[in-house]
């Protein structure tokens, strides 16, 4: 059965995804950089080679971190929605891309997240994009597209959560500036001002930069 609650990444490497292009122009040269919940290292090896960062990683999968040390990458295994065993801004940059919807305790991992970085890059598939809420409208069940594939029953998106939502999770763990909202752009440019004017609709996936009040 399609089931993805164990995480598992034995199957082998993972594809590019689109928004690692935008993760990318985000990260500073030479910075050093966290990546929570890093899957089988796609993203970190991308800004270890083209952005020479010193790098770091959390993994829950085990297959998945025994990929990120063949490719020689400094990860570990360990949950993010937890106390985490690093100290106070010792990355510049911590990444969370696509998983805040998968964790138990998300606002946790958002205060432990902005206490070890200065600064925070979150994306997440937005639950309230249209095309989820015409599926529930005129279905009447579990909007099937941002689920990829499984059922409500066999994916560990256990947080379903929108843009709006998002903000008031940075309003309850407080002490962080929102300095831009990222994402792929369309060939399309009526699309994209739809994206851009009204994003908790028409944004699927947003790309959040995030950063630490002194």
């Keep these: 059965m399609n089931d993805n609650r164990n995480y598992d990444f034995s199957s082998g490497y993972s594809e590019p995804r689109a928004e690692y292009e935008i993760i990318k122009q985000l990260v500073p040269e030479n910075a050093k950089v966290i990546d929570l919940a890093c899957g089988d290292g796609r993203l ?9 960062i010193s790098e770091f990683g959390i993994e829950l999968s085990n297959s998945g971190v025994e ?3 063949k490719k020689g990458l400094n990860v570990r295994n360990g949950r993010i929605d937890s106390i985490l065993e690093i100290k106070e801004n010792e990355f510049d940059v911590a990444i969370c891309n696509v998983t805040i919807q998968m964790l138990l305790y998300p606002e946790i991992f958002l205060r432990e997240m902005k206490r070890i970085s200065r600064i925070q890059i979150i994306s997440f598939p937005n639950f309230a994009f249209i ?3 015409l599926e529930m409208l005129f ?3 579990m909007p099937q597209r941002m ?3 499984y059922s409500w029953f066999n994916t560990g998106h256990i947080h379903q959560l929108s843009i709006k939502d998002f903000y008031e999770l940075i309003d309850h763990v407080g002490g962080l500036k929102i300095e831009s909202m990222k994402f792929e752009r369309s060939k399309s440019s009526f699309k ?4 851009k004017s009204m994003p908790n609709l028409f944004l699927q996936i947003p790309v959040f930069q995030l950063r630490k009040l002194e």
């Design 44 to 52: 970190l090896d991308i800004l270890k080679k083209e952005k020479n």
């Design 67 to 69: 990929l990120c040390l």
């Design 131 to 133: 095309k989820n809420r």
């Design 139 to 141: 279905q009447g069940r």
């Design 147 to 149: 689920l990829y594939g």
């Design 192 to 195: 994209n001002f739809l994206c």
